[in-house]
C-alpha cells in the first residue's frame, strides 16, 4: 500500500510564495511521473504541472513562469514551489505518483491567496 502525504498549504497574501511538499510511504519500487492537480471552489480539478521520472517539467499555461515543480527521488517526495500567487491561485492541491502505471492521490492541502 502506498500513501502519499501533503504539506505547505497556507493562507498568504496576494503576491507571495509557497512550498508544497508530497512525500511518498509504503510499498514503493518505482515512480515514474510526479504531479500536482489543483480544484477550487465549485470547479473541476485541474492539472497544475508534471515532471517525469527524468526530470522534464511541464506546467499549465496558468502557472508557467510562476511555479516550479522539482522531485527528489531518494526521498520519494515532489515538490511545488508556487511564487507571485493571486487570489485565483486558491484551491485544494493535490499531488499524483504513477507507480509504474498505478496513479495514488495524496489527501489535498489548502492553499488560500487573499487579495
Known amino acids: 500500500q502506498v500513501q502519499l502525504v501533503e504539506s505547505g498549504g497556507a493562507l498568504v497574501q496576494a503576491g507571495g510564495s509557497l512550498r508544497l511538499s508530497c512525500a511518498a510511504s509504503?510499498?514503493?519500487?518505482?515512480?515514474?511521473?510526479m504531479g500536482w492537480y489543483r480544484q477550487a471552489p465549485g470547479k473541476q480539478r485541474e492539472w497544475v504541472a508534471l515532471i517525469t521520472s527524468g526530470g522534464s517539467a511541464n506546467y499549465a499555461d496558468s502557472v508557467k513562469g510562476r511555479f516550479t515543480i522539482s522531485r527528489d527521488n531518494a526521498k520519494n517526495t515532489v515538490y511545488l514551489q508556487m511564487n507571485s500567487l493571486t487570489p485565483e491561485d486558491t484551491a485544494v492541491y493535490y499531488c499524483?505518483?504513477?507507480?509504474?502505471?498505478?496513479?495514488?492521490w495524496g489527501q489535498g492541502t489548502q492553499v488560500t491567496v487573499s487579495s
Open positions: 499524483n505518483m504513477d507507480f509504474s502505471g498505478t496513479h495514488y
Open positions: 509504503g510499498s514503493i519500487f518505482s515512480i515514474r511521473g
